[in-house]
């Protein structure tokens, strides 16, 4: 059974950092594309950061290139979202998701595998 676990969400002031992590089971990361999404309640699901499985290939949203930083662990089974110099505008709760042919295109639709989120609250 295909699950991912996503934890490492919290409160932290402007100008902080986490990283958050998704643990999956039931699948390779050598065959899935992984992504981290956001929501904000009233907006849609927008992808923030993909990696594609093939080849490792990266994709970060424009907001977030240059403080976000998607990584993977496969002995772990692991991917990772660090994410630097918070803003209020990343509040939202993050989720991972995974996807056998989605690639490296972050677009929410793409994907079918999805686990629970983790709020992110950047507040002073």
């Known amino acids: 059974q295909l699950q991912l676990g996503v934890s490492g969400g919290d409160l932290v002031q402007p100008g902080g950092s986490l990283r958050l992590s998704c643990v999956v089971s039931g699948l390779s990361l050598d065959e899935y594309s992984i992504g981290w999404f956001r929501h904000v309640p009233g907006k849609e699901r927008e992808g923030v950061s993909c990696i594609d499985s093939d080849d490792g290939t990266t994709f970060y949203d424009d907001s977030v290139k240059g403080r976000f930083t998607i990584s993977r662990d496969k002995t772990l089974n692991t991917v990772y979202l660090q994410m630097n110099n918070l803003n209020p505008e990343d509040t939202a709760v993050y989720y991972c998701?995974?996807?056998?042919?989605?690639?490296?295109?972050?677009?929410?639709?793409?994907?079918?595998?999805w686990g629970q989120g983790t709020q992110v609250t950047v507040s002073s």
């Open positions: 998701a995974a996807d056998l042919a989605a690639g490296a295109k972050c677009v929410v639709d793409l994907f079918d595998n």
